[in-house]
């Protein structure tokens, strides 16, 4: 196919995928090569502990698009974005799952919307294939509580998907987030946004990689970087008993009550909310604490595949670069 001089960056998060891998890289060169744009695929490993990382770099042989960003370790889904999204050179930038289960195909609407003049194109979920009614329930109830209680209009239904401008990625560089919640930065940065909307697939190998302490972590930092509902919440909790308590004393006065099991429970309903307050307050402080030490968000062990890779980050990270088979074409 003949090619035009956009080139387009797509930027793949990876851990412990080595069983899908291969068939990811494939069916992306597949699509790549039936399109007029040029693609960069952005392997970010995410401290895999299989061969994940080794089957990216083996695949450098048969084209010269893909580059390798390693961790030191696992930092987590969101920073290997953060980080893959700093390494790329396209027009504009396409971050979706190792695993097919955002659709290439997609990606051609995208830039479709893209050409339009949109800035960021995101993929809004029908359906979600081959996930737990669990899983399907609990993303709805969060997404939905999120949108009520952030000032920042995060769309429902939609996960990492998304295709964004270059002017978009500029500035999310720049944002130096610890326990950064990336769609929700990508709403708040605003510029022309709009869905396209897909059917998500099942996994084509392997299992997810969220497990529910992941997607717990994950909802609170949604809810801690972009709402400051829940430390308001103390004091309407607050306000709420006093007035409840007042109300029990006067119906106290007119009626014989059982005071001890009334007493047991206002002890468990009041100890209840002030620990709920003070968590709150210490996931809060915690984020405080977090950016306050401004240790760098992740850390790069190895690079494969980038002409100039300190270029591209603007981290104190220590590389070990290996630059591979042919020349990187920009
Ligand atoms: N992932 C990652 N680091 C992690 C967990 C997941 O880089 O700590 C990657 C994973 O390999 C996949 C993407 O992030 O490419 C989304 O994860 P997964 O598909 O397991 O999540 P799900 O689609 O089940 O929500
Ligand atoms: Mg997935």
Redesign the pocket.
């Known amino acids: 196919m003949e090619k035009n001089q956009e080139l387009i960056s797509i930027v793949?998060?990876?851990?412990?995928?080595e069983q899908g891998i291969d068939t990811t890289i494939d069916t992306l060169e597949k699509f790549a090569a039936n399109q007029p744009q040029s693609f960069e695929l952005i392997f970010?490993d995410?401290?895999s502990s299989d061969k994940s990382a080794q089957l990216i770099q083996n695949r450098q042989t048969d084209y010269g698009n893909i580059r390798l960003v390693e961790f030191s370790r696992?930092?987590?889904?969101q920073l290997?974005i953060t980080a893959g999204i700093r390494y790329t050179k396209g027009e504009a930038v396409v971050v979706?799952?190792?695993?097919l289960?955002d659709p290439p195909a997609v990606i051609v609407d995208m830039i479709d919307k893209w050409h339009e003049g949109y800035d960021v194109v995101y993929g809004k979920r029908l359906s979600r294939d081959g996930?737990s009614l669990f899983?399907k329930a609990t993303a709805a109830a969060f997404y939905r509580g999120l949108k009520r209680i952030t000032n920042v209009n995060i769309p429902l239904d939609t996960?990492?998907f998304r295709l964004m401008d270059k002017q978009v990625v500029y500035q999310l560089r720049q944002m130096n987030e610890a326990d950064p919640f990336v769609r929700g930065m990508v709403s708040w940065v605003g510029f022309k946004q709009t869905a396209v909307t897909y059917e998500r697939q099942e996994?084509i190998a392997g299992?997810?990689?969220?497990p529910l302490r992941?997607?717990i972590r994950l909802a609170m930092d949604g809810v801690t970087s972009f709402s400051s509902f829940p430390l308001q919440l103390a004091n309407w909790l607050g306000t709420g008993s006093i007035i409840f308590s007042i109300g029990y004393l006067i119906t106290s006065l007119f009626t014989t009550m059982d005071t001890i099991h009334f007493a047991v429970f206002a002890l468990f309903l009041m100890v209840g909310i002030t620990l709920l307050s003070i968590g709150m307050l210490g996931a809060y402080l915690y984020r405080v604490f977090e950016a306050s030490r401004k240790r760098p968000l992740y850390i790069v062990s190895k690079t494969v595949g980038f002409r100039h890779p300190q270029s591209q980050n603007n981290h104190q990270t220590y590389y070990k670069t290996t630059i591979k088979g042919r020349a990187y074409q920009q």
Not at 74 to 77: D, P, V
Not at 207 to 210: A, D, L, N, Q, V
């Open positions: 793949l998060p990876v851990y412990n995928e970010v995410d401290g696992n930092f987590g889904h290997a979706m799952d190792a695993d289960q996930e899983k996960g990492d996994r299992i997810s990689k969220y992941k997607m």
